[in-house]
């Protein structure tokens, strides 16, 4: 009877404590499930160094502790740790250049994961950990900070704080963190979940700009890519500084020197800083300045170290102890306007003049070639013939594809061309030992059926050709005049409206025809550049305004010998006296600069036609002629053979050569890289059914192989974050007026142009430019979109000089998927619950999409969801007194835009009234997210109350029974 009554007594116990616990522990068991990192700790191993590992169970988790100085760490994992297992954090601590290095290296590692992510690095810092475990496995991990872990750019909401693990294996996981801030608004708690790792990377991030415009005062603009920041305060001693520094030619450096020891420095950039493997410089804009040449030196380097061109890519280093200094980037301008010339040393020892090229790139006239660039949208269901994407039964998804056309045509642009020739007395002598006078060495290369004139002509019958003539005289009489006296008698000097110094000899004709003998030299002359420019002066300005591209080719022996002077009068003696030369070349500089001034955009070409032109002789150096010109427009000529090579080579510059069609593109698209389908063609202007295809499926044709070199593709990548498309002709092909040479392919609307869409809340903040459509098309020529490409030019040679041509920017648009919900009562469907709110993430699970509450009738919609993506939505916050659902509902739109909505319990959701219904449960009924909950405790504790009840009241009526009939 006695173990009767304890069985009871023991069932109708544990009857209560069921019913007494069941809600509570059912609700516990929905939290834990939907709040994943607060699982309970189970057991604690304290790491500490010198003590043995003591293990204390208290479930079936483990944890490892370490409490050091810097950091406290404690790390969680479900596999478990050893007793010998330990683990230790510090705060980074770099003392050698190797340190510097492996730390730079593991942030640069979360930048490149970052920068799929759109965000760049502001600053960084790093945690160490040391940790001997048998078994790495997922870890959670809490880290306490004692003194603080400082960051620049730390956001108001801090929402811009972001955690990188470096694992064992040098991979990277961008990890969702809790971070917690002290009254000075430093880091001191972080709290995360990801793999066991040897390094905890914490960033503040800004939006990664494609580009950044530094502004370098009255010198110009450099544009550097968009990685690059500027440090507002102190930057981080793991970050990669940058040095821009700004170098002119000094005032007292002889003449257009390209020494480094002859420029100074102007302006400095010291601010600059990259957390990135390479940088890089984009352009250089400047109406004034051109580059002449540029020096890198990295922060490991003790010389700098000349560069190939300007722009591309630079290595830097993180800051070397041992060099003191960081990476600096010497970029050596001078003014498109000649600075001036400098005195001539006449001295055996004297300085020789240095040969520099500018590698600045011209704009190039308009009328130069003809070019558009047009796009064509592949989804309009038109059939683009050069593609069969759009093909009937084609498997691509069309909707988000376009196809950009680039085209170009040579164009039969008239030339006028100048030629200055010298007429001094010295142009008698021979133009070299044992040969025939200089001036009819000129004459010979100038006239005749093979001369200079006829071959323009031979080019385009339209091209104008004018001559002029100049010297110097020092007996002729004029009115008014200037007299002077000189050891050698009296001079005459013009003023320099009525000088006789410079004559024409051919007024602009389409012919070449001129009397050989008016190039003849006059006896008893000197040399007046001065009077040569200003006739120059006269004659283009005759023909200013006719569109035309104009060359000037200046032939002389030697230097100039008279000038005019401040006063209007012309001054020197012409002789070869140090001091006339002097100042000679001194009034002749103002005279260039002002002539220079006046015709920017001519090509000037100087001849030196002597033995002893390029020798430093007082009579003889090309200082002049070089300051005209630029060094690499001058030619020293010493036989008539190198003359005659040498105009020929100018005739052949006047011809567009070198050509080169690129395409940078946009961060809007992507290069469809299934199925490009690059074509090229040329078409005849005269008969355009006719096509020749010069490449196609990545291969050149046969009529290809002697016109196009190569078309290349450039992939984006973290350090070149637009890809690029190339068309590069053989150097030596010179395109013409009768055809139409044409590059295209195919580009996909790429995920940033719609996570950029999204941040505009479905706008654009572009317009196409006018002309921009292919065919009938009507979806870029001043519609609404983003720019398909960053840069798009032509690059070619003409008069030995690079020209650029700048393409027009068409736009493409966009289709997003919107997805509505409708949050119902489980019980009532027809009860909607408003406030609820929501995350879209993408599919990792941890970058959020879009965010959003339901209304008072309980819907919300996402509108900018993309073809082809997986998202999960989450549940974020619950009614109040709902519960909030454990797992994320899974969308997934396929290539066609339909939209599966699927959830781990409930299975597929359907959709009601255009709206997927997601229903909630009150708190004490079965969560949404699925499974038993509560409920069967509630009904076996029940049941057991009641068993229990029975029972009960069963003995007691017998017991009552007994004693009645006792």
Not at 498 to 511: M, Y
Request: proline share 4%; charged share 25%.
């Amino acid at each position: 009877m006695i173990k009767k009554r304890k069985l009871l007594s023991l069932v109708a116990t544990a009857g209560l404590l069921m019913a007494q616990f069941s809600v509570p522990l059912g609700q516990a068991g929905v939290l834990m499930g939907h709040a994943e990192a607060k699982d309970p700790t189970s057991e604690v191993v304290t790491s500490d160094p010198s003590k043995p590992q003591a293990e204390a169970v208290t479930g079936n988790k483990r944890e490892l502790v370490s409490d050091t100085n810097d950091v406290t760490v404690s790390v969680k994992s479900e596999a478990g740790f050893g007793s010998a297992d330990t683990i230790t954090a510090s705060l980074s601590a770099a003392k050698t250049d190797a340190d510097y290095k492996s730390y730079s290296q593991d942030i640069a590692k979360v930048s490149l994961a970052l920068s799929k992510q759109g965000l760049a690095i502001v600053d960084a810092q790093v945690i160490d950990l040391h940790y001997q475990v048998n078994q790495a496995a997922a870890v959670t991990m809490a880290l306490h900070i004692k003194k603080d872990l400082s960051l620049n750019g730390i956001s108001d909401d801090h929402k811009n704080i972001k955690v990188g693990l470096i694992t064992s294996d040098d991979m990277v996981q961008i990890v969702e963190a809790t971070i917690g801030l002290s009254h000075a608004n430093a880091v001191n708690s972080i709290g995360c979940a990801g793999s066991l790792s040897k390094r905890v990377v914490v960033v503040t991030t800004a939006k990664l700009e494609e580009d950044k415009t530094l502004a370098l005062g009255k010198y110009g603009k450099l544009v550097v890519d968009g990685a690059v920041g500027v440090a507002q305060q102190k930057a981080s001693p793991y970050s990669k500084p940058i040095t821009v520094t700004i170098l002119t030619p000094k005032p007292s450096a002889l003449e257009s020197s390209l020494d480094s020891k002859d420029f100074e420095v102007v302006k400095t950039i010291d601010k600059l800083y990259t957390w990135d493997e390479h940088f890089y410089l984009l352009d250089f804009l400047s109406d004034d300045y051109e580059v002449l040449k540029t020096e890198y030196q990295s922060a490991k380097d003790s010389e700098p170290k000349l560069q190939d061109l300007l722009f591309g890519e630079y290595e830097p280093n993180p800051l070397a102890t041992d060099k003191g200094h960081s990476n600096t980037v010497n970029i050596y301008i001078r003014p498109r306007k000649p600075l001036g010339l400098k005195p001539m040393p006449f001295a055996a020892n004297g300085i020789q003049p240095r040969a520099f090229r500018s590698r600045s790139v011209d704009s190039a006239s308009q009328g130069e070639l003809e070019h558009h660039k047009r796009i064509d949208y592949l989804g309009d269901n038109q059939n683009n013939p050069d593609t069969s994407v759009d093909d009937p039964g084609s498997q691509h998804d069309t909707s988000d594809l376009y196809r950009l056309y680039l085209d170009m045509t040579g164009k039969k642009q008239p030339l006028d061309v100048l030629v200055v020739v010298d007429r001094s007395a010295s142009m008698k002598e021979g133009i070299s030992q044992n040969d025939i006078p200089r001036d009819q060495a000129v004459k010979n290369a100038l006239t005749g059926d093979n001369g200079l004139l006829q071959k323009f002509i031979n080019i385009n019958a339209e091209n104008k050709l004018s001559v002029i003539g100049f010297q110097g005289s020092i007996t002729h009489r004029y009115s008014p005049e200037k007299i002077e006296r000189t050891p050698w008698g009296r001079i005459y000097q013009p003023s320099i409206n009525n000088n006789k110094d410079a004559d024409v000899l051919k007024n602009w004709e389409n012919s070449s025809a001129l009397n050989h003998n008016d190039l003849s030299y006059k006896d008893k002359n000197g040399t007046n550049y001065h009077a040569a420019l200003v006739k120059a002066d006269e004659m283009l300005n005759k023909v200013a305004d006719n569109g035309h591209r104009k060359i000037m080719v200046f032939i002389s022996d030697g230097v100039p010998t008279f000038y005019f002077g401040p006063d209007g009068y012309r001054a020197g003696n012409g002789t070869s006296d140090v001091s006339n030369i002097k100042s000679s070349q001194d009034g002749t500089r103002a005279a260039i600069d002002d002539f220079k001034k006046k015709h920017p955009n001519l090509s000037i070409y100087s001849l030196g036609v002597s033995k002893d032109i390029n020798s430093n002789t007082a009579s003889s150096s090309p200082v002049v002629l070089k300051y005209l010109s630029g060094d690499a427009f001058y030619s020293g000529i010493t036989d008539t053979k190198q003359l005659e090579a040498t105009l020929n080579k100018i005739v052949e510059d006047s011809k567009v050569s070198h050509l080169e069609i690129s395409d940078t593109l946009s961060q809007y698209v992507d290069y469809y890289e299934k199925q490009p389908d690059v074509v090229v063609t040329r078409i005849s202007k005269a008969d355009k059914s006719k096509v020749e295809t010069l490449y196609k499926d990545n291969a050149l044709t046969s009529e290809g192989q002697n016109i196009i070199k190569s078309v290349t593709f450039t992939p984006k990548d973290r350090e070149k974050p637009s890809g690029k498309v190339t068309l590069t002709f053989k150097p030596d092909y010179k395109v013409d007026d009768e055809y139409t040479y044409t590059l295209s392919f195919n580009v996909k609307v790429s995920d940033k142009a719609y996570e950029e869409y999204k941040n505009q809340q479905g706008k654009y903040t572009t317009k196409g430019d006018v002309d921009t459509d292919y065919g009938s098309n009507n979806t870029s020529s001043g519609q609404d979109g983003f720019y398909s490409n960053r840069e798009a030019s032509v690059n070619y040679m003409a008069d030995g000089r690079w020209q650029k041509l700048t393409y027009k920017r068409p736009v493409v648009q966009l289709k997003t998927i919107p997805v509505a919900f409708s949050k119902v009562d489980a019980n009532d469907d027809k009860k909607t619950l408003d406030g609820v709110e929501f995350e879209l993430r993408k599919e990792d699970k941890t970058a959020v999409w879009e965010k959003g509450t339901t209304a008072k009738n309980g819907r919300l919609v996402f509108n900018y969801l993309q073809k082809g993506k997986t998202y999960y939505l989450y549940e974020t916050k619950a009614r109040a007194g709902y519960t909030l659902p454990e797992n994320p509902w899974k969308i997934k739109v396929d290539e066609k835009g339909k939209i599966r909505l699927t959830h781990p319990i409930e299975g597929e959701l359907q959709s009601n009234h255009g709206a997927c219904v997601i229903k909630n449960h009150k708190i004490y009924q079965l969560p949404s997210s699925g499974g038993r909950g509560n409920q069967l405790f509630l009904i076996f504790g029940s049941m057991v109350i009641t068993a229990t009840a029975l029972l009960y009241r069963r003995r007691y009526n017998r017991k009552q029974r007994q004693q009645s009939i006792m």
